[in-house]
């Protein structure tokens, strides 16, 4: 009895101890098993950076019929993924309508989309429809705009720019401050200092 009273008498001295440290060990366990919650960050923005480079290139698109659509020569561009546009350097693009008609644009600059369907030529900008005959059978004359900058829409066959331009139409030729012209439509606007010349077609 004497012997079982010492060892309670031991154990109690030690029991505070014993729990503490269980304590302890409980807690060190919860803290790691708990998980951290970091409040989210500001969005970041993409980059304006290129993520690509080409150098003396010719890229080529076709129809579903795997008739030539587009060709786009340069003697750089940069492609940046944040808008999904080209800067292309020395840029000559060929496009061709569903009708098989030619449209060619060239520019010491130029913006493009991916597939070169919208291009905003820069410096030196110069867009030629070629002659073509229209459904009815009346021959279209070769267009050409030229300017500083020029917005071209090549399946819409729109040209836009809101500085001078030079239009020339067969033998005809305009100079405005702005413009924009539909080929759909067959609807030109001009605006500002607005100059033509026309040339009598002669009489049969």
């Given amino acids: 009895m004497r012997l079982l009273r010492q060892a309670w ?33 500001p969005a970041t923005a993409a ?26 020569l340069g003697g750089e561009a940069r492609h940046f993924p944040d808008t999904d546009m080209l800067e292309i350097e020395q840029v000559r693009i060929r496009s061709f309508d569903p009708q098989g008609r030619l449209t060619t644009a060239t520019a010491r600059r130029a913006i493009a989309n991916s597939d ?20 009815a059978g009346k021959v279209q004359p070769t267009m050409t705009f030229t300017g500083e900058f020029l917005h071209a829409f090549m ?33 030109m606007q001009l605006h500002g200092r607005v100059r033509g010349t026309l040339v009598p077609t002669p009489a049969p």
């Avoid at 060990?25 to 708990?34: D, K």
């Fill in 9 to 41: 008498d031991q154990l109690t001295l030690y029991l505070p101890v014993f729990l503490m440290g269980v304590l302890a060990m409980a807690t060190y366990w919860l803290v790691r098993s708990t998980p951290v919650f970091v409040p989210p960050g």
């Fill in 47 to 72: 980059l304006h950076q290129p993520d690509y480079f080409m150098r003396n290139f010719s890229v080529k698109t076709f129809d579903a019929a795997g008739k030539l659509k587009s060709e786009v």
């Fill in 116 to 135: 070169a369907t919208e291009v905003q030529l820069i410096g030196g900008a110069r867009v030629v429809r070629t002659a073509a005959r229209s459904a």
């Fill in 155 to 187: 399946n819409a066959e729109r040209v836009k720019s809101h500085k001078p331009v030079e239009l020339t139409r067969g033998k005809d030729t305009f100079t405005s401050d702005s413009m924009d012209f539909d080929n759909k439509l067959r609807v």
